[in-house]
Nanobody, 123 residues
C-alpha cells in the first residue's frame, strides 16, 4: 500500500497562485509515477497532470502554461505550482500515484489516492 498526504490549497482570487504538495510513504518501490487529478462539484474527476519519476510529463490542455509539476525523488514528493488561477480551476485536488505513468493516466488499479484538498478561486 502507498499512502499519499496532500498539503496546500485554499482560497485565492482569480489571477492568483497556490502551491500543492504531496508526500508518498509506504510501498514506494511499487510506484514510478505521481500526479494530480481534480473534481469540481457535479463533474467527473479529471487529470490535471501526471509525471513519471524518470521521463515524461503529461498536462491537461486546460492548465498548460499555468501549472507546473515538480518532483523530489529522494523525498518521494511532488508539488504543483498553480499560477494565473481561474474560477474554473475551483475543485478538490487529489494526489495520485501508480506503477507507471500510463497506468496513472488510465487510473488502472491499483492507483493510490490522497484525501483531497480544496482549491477555490473567486472572480
Amino acid at each position: 500500500q502507498v499512502q499519499l498526504v496532500e498539503s496546500g490549497g485554499g482560497s485565492v482570487q482569480a489571477g492568483g497562485s497556490l502551491r500543492l504538495s504531496c508526500a508518498a510513504s509506504g510501498s514506494i518501490f511499487s510506484i514510478s509515477a505521481m500526479g494530480w487529478y481534480r473534481q469540481a462539484p457535479g463533474k467527473q474527476r479529471e487529470l490535471v497532470v501526471g509525471i513519471a519519476f524518470v521521463g515524461r510529463t503529461t498536462y491537461a490542455d486546460s492548465v498548460k502554461g499555468r501549472f507546473t509539476i515538480s518532483r523530489d525523488n529522494a523525498k518521494n514528493t511532488v508539488s504543483l505550482q498553480m499560477n494565473s488561477l481561474k474560477p474554473e480551476d475551483t475543485a478538490v485536488y487529489y494526489c495520485a500515484a501508480a506503477a507507471t505513468l500510463s497506468r496513472l493516466l488510465r487510473r488502472d488499479p491499483p492507483t493510490y489516492w490522497g484525501q483531497g484538498t480544496q482549491v477555490t478561486v473567486s472572480s
